[in-house]
Each structure stands twice: as structure tokens, then as C-alpha cells.
């Protein structure tokens, strides 16, 4: 199979420009002009990660297939996960597929191409912890579901021992850590609702943080709000915490023993160790070098989001955020068809920070919002928070499904949360 372009990941960046490009070229060149590989058939925004691990979003709600997206949207898509490239003969190999009984359901293939984009996000960075296989991790879709399980049954199993509570701790003061943290409170009020008065437990959360302050990225009043938010949920917030190992019953840290009943994971973000063997140049966190036109080592092959080391400003790389992903899938989309049409751009990529917000779960959040150059930053909190917050996801729907289908799905998904609840038992 030989393809124009190939886009490897169907993420937050991946699939928005696998979309834009489907659309501008795959309509008049045909299917061999833009090809998206993904490793999963159906896509999620991991931005809602957290959500899904909670139960209070459902990934068969959520999910959009890749092969509907690609009718939709004009590209062809293949499922498979891509174990190898070679930069000579400019061909990916696809690992053999299997089911869960372990036959195969693809072999092993090859896939060549003109132009490459690799944008295969980012997994969290476990610092060599010891122990740290007895945390959950919210790498993708999967593992959330599987923390999902994990939850209801520690929900069920406290629900039946309730002079016992559920400790759980979460490593890692980020977004990821404080919107999850949030969110698991969500989660047990609606868990309770129709419990008997006597099943009713205590849930203990811990987030904990090795720097100073959580959301560390983030202005310090957002910080602040936030660990006033969550310390009113009763949530526990340890900083200056590092943590040294690992076991099934709790954490070390620095500044004593946490026990905890379920672990999350959700501390810094690494690439795979994989990107090492595609022979492009990485940096430390196995993260593709790119300049500011998004080339990694090798002439025609590009990097984006997460995966991607793309120099910012003040020696700084632009941040592992959706929002960079988005801004770096709209510049390459520009200028990949430019290049097509053999009237390439001069134009570089510029990262553009408009804010960051964090959801304190349902009706709720806390931001930041850049007033532009040199002009005045606004905070936003509660409500209008979580709307704008809320706002990001529907931009990414309607970047890949357009604007009236995003605004059916909102509805639907409202429709049925008023109908089934919120939270996912099953
Ligand atoms: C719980 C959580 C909350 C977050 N909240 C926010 C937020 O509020 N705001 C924000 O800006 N950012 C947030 N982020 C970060 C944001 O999700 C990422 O920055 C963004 O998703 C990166 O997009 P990407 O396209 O680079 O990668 P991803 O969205 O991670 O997509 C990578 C894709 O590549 C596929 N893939 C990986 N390896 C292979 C392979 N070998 N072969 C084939 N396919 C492969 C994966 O299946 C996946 O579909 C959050 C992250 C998490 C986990």
C-alpha cells in the first residue's frame, strides 16, 4: 500500500489533521492521498480520560469510530500499530494484529508513503519508581476502563464495609491528577445515590505532589484555587511529597507513608521508548526533535503533540497540551497542502498560549485566559470555567465532524445523561 500522506496516531492532533487534509486533498486525489493508522478502532479525546475513569463519561457514548470519521472526513484508515519505519525505502511496518484469543486478525504489513506524520502522543513518566506497576496509569481509553472496573468494585466492596474507607491516592498535581481527584467525588455521590443509609462509606482521596505547588504549570492563584476547591471536597493535598516507591497498599513519599487502597499514576509525561528505533533524532523523554516546521531529522517526515520536541520561546518546548496539538495539526495541515501543491509556505510554527483551564468536576472549573500580546490576563472560575472548558472538547468534535453533527452528539449525550444518570455501573 503506498500513500500520499500517512498519519500515524488518530489523537487530538493526528485526527484533526488527518480530517483537514481528507478534506482539502482525499476529496479530489482519492483514497491513496492521506492515510491515518491508528492502534485503536475508535477515537477519544484523552482529554476526557479522566472522565472515563470516573464512569461519568462512557467510551461507547464517546468513542467515534475512525473508519466512519474517514468516510466522513475523505482519508482512508487503517488499524495497526506501527513498530517500525524505514527512512531509505520510506515504509512503516505494521505489527500483526490479534483478538483476544490471541489469533491473528491482520498480519504483519508494510505501508509506504510520500510525506509521514507521526503524532503517537505521549504516555505519563513513572521516574524509574520502584513499585510503580501497582499504580493505574490514564494512557489511553483502555486503561481508564480498566481503572474504571477497579473502582467499582472498590465502590462496591466499601459499600458492604462501611466503617471502612476507601483510600485513594493520586500521584501527581497536574490537571490530569486535580480534575481526576474532582471527578472521583462526582463519582461517589452519584455511586451512593439509592444505597442503603448503612452502605453508605467515607472515600479518601490523596493527591499527591513533588513540587511545591500543584498545576505548577499554571499562574500560582489558579493553584491556589484549585487546592482550596479541592481541600473543601475533603480531598488531601500533600506538596514537596516525592514519592520513592511503590506498594499494593499505599506510597512512600518524603514526607511519610500514604496507604491507599487503588493508585493512579498520572505524574509527567514520556514517549515511548519505541520512537528510539525509527532512527530520528529524540530527546531525553524519547520525544521526536522537530523545528519550527515540524521536521524531525529526516526530510519529509514531521512530528506533532505530545510525541513532538518543538522548540517555543525562551529555550522552552511547546507544552504536551491538546491545545498545541490542535494549533500544530492546523499550521501542518496549511502547509502540507501548500507543499502538494507545489507552492510551499515560508511560514513557521508559532505556539500561541491562549490560557489553560482545569475542571473541578461537574459546574465547575478554574483558568486562566491570555489577554493577547501584552495585554491583560483574565481569571475565570466556576462556571464560566467549566463552560469554556467544556467549549475546547466540542472545537475538537468540530473540527473532525463539522458543526451541526457536534451540536446533535452535545444534545444526545445531555438527553441521556438527564435519562441513565451519570455515572457508568456497567
Ligand atoms: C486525563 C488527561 C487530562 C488532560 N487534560 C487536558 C486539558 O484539560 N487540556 C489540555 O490541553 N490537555 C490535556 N491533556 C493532555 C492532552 O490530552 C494531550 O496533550 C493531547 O491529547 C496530545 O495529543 P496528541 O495528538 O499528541 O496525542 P494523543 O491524543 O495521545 O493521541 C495519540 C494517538 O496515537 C495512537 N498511537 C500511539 N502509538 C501508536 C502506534 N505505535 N501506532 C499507531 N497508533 C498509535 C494512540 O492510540 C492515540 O490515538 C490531558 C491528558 C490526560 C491524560
Redo the contacts with the bound molecule.
Keep these: 500500500m503506498h500513500y500520499e500522506i500517512v498519519v500515524?496516531?488518530?489523537?487530538?492532533?493526528?485526527l484533526e489533521l488527518a480530517a483537514r487534509l481528507g478534506r482539502r486533498l482525499g476529496r479530489r486525489r482519492g483514497p491513496e492521498a492521506v492515510l491515518l493508522?491508528?492502534?485503536?478502532v475508535f477515537?477519544i479525546w484523552?482529554?476526557t480520560?479522566?472522565e472515563v475513569a470516573a464512569g461519568t463519561l462512557d467510551t461507547h457514548q464517546e468513542g467515534l469510530s475512525y473508519p466512519l470519521l474517514a468516510r466522513r472526513n475523505h482519508f482512508s484508515f487503517t488499524l495497526?500499530?506501527?513498530t517500525g519505519l524505514d527512512l531509505n525505502a520510506r515504509r512503516l511496518t505494521l505489527a500483526e494484529t490479534r483478538d483476544r484469543d490471541g489469533e491473528t486478525v491482520i498480519p504483519e504489513r508494510a505501508v509506504s508513503f510520500d510525506r509521514l506524520v507521526l503524532?503517537?502522543?505521549?504516555g505519563s513518566n513513572e521516574f524509574g519508581t520502584p513499585g510503580v506497576e501497582h499504580a493505574s496509569v490514564?494512557e489511553?481509553a483502555e486503561d481508564a476502563e480498566r481503572f474504571h472496573m477497579r473502582l467499582l468494585a472498590a465502590f462496591t466492596r466499601a459499600s458492604f464495609a462501611a466503617a471502612e474507607p476507601l483510600r485513594v491516592a493520586i500521584v501527581g498535581g497536574g490537571?490530569?491528577g486535580v480534575?481526576?481527584a474532582a471527578e472521583l467525588i462526582e463519582a461517589k455521590t452519584e455511586f451512593e445515590q439509592g444505597l442503603a443509609a448503612d452502605q453508605r462509606f467515607r472515600l479518601e482521596i490523596a493527591v499527591v505532589e513533588a513540587a511545591d505547588r500543584i498545576l505548577g504549570a499554571l499562574p500560582e492563584r489558579i493553584s491556589a484555587r484549585a487546592q482550596q476547591a479541592l481541600e473543601r471536597k475533603g480531598v488531601r493535598v500533600l506538596t514537596g511529597a516525592k514519592v520513592a516507591a511503590v506498594a499494593k497498599n499505599g506510597l512512600a513519599t518524603s514526607v511519610g507513608e500514604v496507604p491507599a487502597d487503588l493508585i493512579v499514576w498520572a505524574a509527567g509525561v514520556k514517549a515511548?521508548e519505541a520512537n528510539r528505533d525509527f532512527g530520528l533524532e529524540v530527546n531525553r523523554l524519547n520525544q521526536f526533535v522537530v523545528d519550527t516546521r515540524l521536521q524531525t531529522s529526516a526530510p519529509g517526515v514531521y512530528a506533532?503533540?505530545?510525541?513532538a520536541a518543538c522548540p517555543w520561546e525562551e529555550g522552552r518546548l511547546t507544552p504536551?497540551?491538546?491545545?498545541a496539538?490542535h494549533q500544530q495539526a492546523d499550521y501542518l495541515a496549511r502547509a502540507l497542502i501548500a507543499a502538494m501543491r507545489e507552492r510551499p509556505t515560508e511560514a513557521t510554527f508559532r505556539y500561541r498560549d491562549f490560557g489553560s483551564?482545569?475542571s473541578l468536576g461537574a459546574g465547575r472549573g478554574v483558568g486562566s485566559l491570555m489577554g493577547g500580546l501584552g495585554g491583560p490576563n483574565f481569571f475565570v472560575e466556576g462556571l464560566v470555567a467549566k463552560a469554556m472548558y467544556m467549549s475546547l472538547h466540542l472545537d475538537h468534535h468540530r473540527a473532525i465532524l463539522g458543526t451541526a453533527r457536534t451540536a446533535v452528539l452535545a444534545v444526545a449525550r445531555l438527553l441521556q445523561e438527564r435519562v441513565s444518570g451519570r455515572l457508568k455501573l456497567h
Design positions: 500515524v496516531g488518530g489523537g487530538a492532533g493526528g493508522i491508528d492502534r485503536l477515537h484523552k482529554p480520560l479522566h495497526g500499530d506501527v503524532a503517537v502522543g505521549c490514564l489511553g490537571a490530569t480534575e481526576l515511548a506533532l503533540g505530545d510525541c504536551a497540551r491538546a491545545q496539538a483551564l482545569v
